[in-house]
């Protein structure tokens, strides 16, 4: 199986490294020692994967949807036999704790056992037409795929550039993230090994913006996903529209936690806490800004800090860790400027705020209050381990609040008032919204987001619909 110490390509099944190719090291976040040396696909290897993708395509869009099904369902199944090994790659190249990583790697084998389902669920429509003629809407794969993920879901977001493709049959250029690589390179050989056709899952990396470029300015490429920042985001929707090529986006966020006074502020931080600190805070749809009605703040703040000093923090290869260091250096430089940014403008540092040590990428769980909303912090994605917590005056200032960012992908609410509930799903701006629970994620429900976190959902039908194109086909 794929380890570190292999690091390759995969492009027509062909494992390439070497040959005088780039390279670049991939970092252990917990030491901060070398795992691997990771090789750059150059322009010919580019090329070559698109010739493929394109090749593939052709043949597998007229493959059965039995054949991609059974292929997916395969896959899964190796997936499983695979997962504490894949789960090992993933934590020690993003350093989640193994217990996390393995959850992650199973639920990659319950997406594409889920898709493999959908292959056969692609259901046009007939339209009203007078006899002797007819009218309906079948939906087509839409072409060769271009996949970036990103490196703080390793193999989720790999599995949900790649199956909503495959189940689509599309073919599928993935790029993941140069640091998380190992997971992904995994998960796309299970894909073959399962019977996914070789020119049909291919795997390249690279300097990110190059490799972008290049497969974006081929005409092969018809649609191009991307998992990441809003920025880059931005930036790949504009190069794709240079060619009208179709884009998936799940971007960034910043979800609200909207605490209502008829919470039960135990319940609540039960389930919240955690999930705060899932994957040291680096979750596109990790609870950020808890706005808590005023009557429950004080006991809400401290039953918090509580919590969050009893995180255990260290490798996630320990059995006993909880949370993990923070992914690359890159974490815990941003994370500690915005919380001083925070300080210098008044918000409060409840506990935490520092790097841990000088080996690795480890930061304190932090709980910051009253941060006033002109923080940065409160503004941008902080991702990485830290609670925003404020008190507020009504639910209506919460509502207002929650919409008042650009991003909008998870919400969380918590309490039972039916009317309040109905208001929330209207008009709560976020693609994915979780009353009284701290899940968004299931391989049958869309996850995507609106506003600046993005457009375009996977996950659940419209994983595999959003990799088809509608055709009107008139018969007269
Ligand atoms: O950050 C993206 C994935 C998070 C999740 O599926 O829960």
């Not at 390439?16 to 010919?44: F, K, N």
């Not at 399962?194 to 490799?211: H, L, M, N, R, S």
């Not at 915005?338 to 008044?346: E, S, T």
Request: hydrophobic residues 40%.
């Amino acid at each position: 199986m794929t380890d570190h110490s292999s690091l390759h390509l995969l492009i027509g099944g062909e494992q390439l490294s070497g040959g005088g190719r780039e390279t670049q090291d991939v970092i252990d976040p917990a030491t901060a020692e070398v795992l691997g040396t990771l090789p750059h696909a150059s322009a010919d290897d580019l090329d070559t994967a698109l010739a493929n993708a394109d090749k593939g395509f052709k043949e597998w869009r007229r493959e059965s949807a039995d054949k991609r099904a059974a292929a997916l369902t395969k896959a899964a199944s190796l997936i499983r036999e695979r997962a504490k090994d894949i789960g090992m790659l993933l934590t020690r190249e993003q350093g989640k704790p193994i217990k996390e990583a393995i959850g992650e790697v199973i639920y990659c084998a319950m997406l594409f056992e889920f898709y493999a389902g959908e292959c056969k669920r692609t259901y046009g429509r007939e339209l009203v037409r007078p006899t002797g003629q007819s009218a309906r809407v079948i939906y087509v794969p839409v072409g060769p795929v271009a996949g970036f993920a990103a490196w703080n879901f390793p193999a989720i977001n790999v599995a949900r550039k790649v199956g909503g493709a495959i189940a689509a049959g599309c073919s599928v250029i993935v790029k993941p993230s140069e640091e998380t690589p190992a997971a992904g390179l995994a998960l796309v050989q299970a894909l073959l090994d399962g019977g996914v056709p070789a020119d049909v899952c291919q795997v390249v990396f690279g300097v990110p913006d190059e490799v972008s470029r290049h497969l974006l300015a081929s005409p092969v490429i018809r649609k191009v996903t991307f998992t990441g920042s809003t920025a880059v985001g931005k930036h790949l929707t504009k190069l794709a529209a240079e060619d009208m090529k179709v884009t998936t986006m799940e971007l960034g966020g910043h979800a609200p936690v909207m605490v209502f006074k008829d919470s039960d502020v135990d319940t609540v931080l039960d389930t919240m806490v955690g999930a705060a600190f899932r994957n040291a805070g680096q979750v596109c749809v990790s609870p950020t800004r808890f706005l808590v009605e005023q009557d429950l703040f004080e006991n809400f703040r401290d039953g918090f800090i509580e919590r969050a000093k009893a995180i255990t923090v260290g490798n996630g290869m320990d059995q006993d860790t909880r949370m993990g260091p923070m992914a690359n250096e890159r974490g815990p430089e941003g994370l500690a400027k915005k919380i001083a940014d925070a300080k210098d403008k008044g918000a409060k540092i409840d506990t935490g705020g520092e790097r841990i040590g000088n080996q690795g990428f480890f930061f304190e769980p932090t709980v910051l209050s009253e941060v006033p909303t002109n923080a940065e912090i409160m503004n941008e994605e902080p991702f990485g381990p830290v609670a925003l917590i404020n008190p507020m005056a009504s639910a209506d200032a919460i509502i207002e609040e929650a919409n008042r960012l650009p991003y909008g992908l998870a919400a969380y609410a918590w309490t039972n008032d039916p009317k309040l509930r109905s208001r929330l799903a209207a008009d709560v701006e976020a693609g994915m919204l979780a009353i009284n629970g701290a899940n968004v994620s299931a391989p049958d429900a869309p996850f995507g987001g609106v506003k600046w976190s993005g457009h375009g959902q996977e996950d659940g039908a419209e994983g595999v619909m959003h990799c088809m194109v509608p055709k009107t086909v008139h018969e007269s």
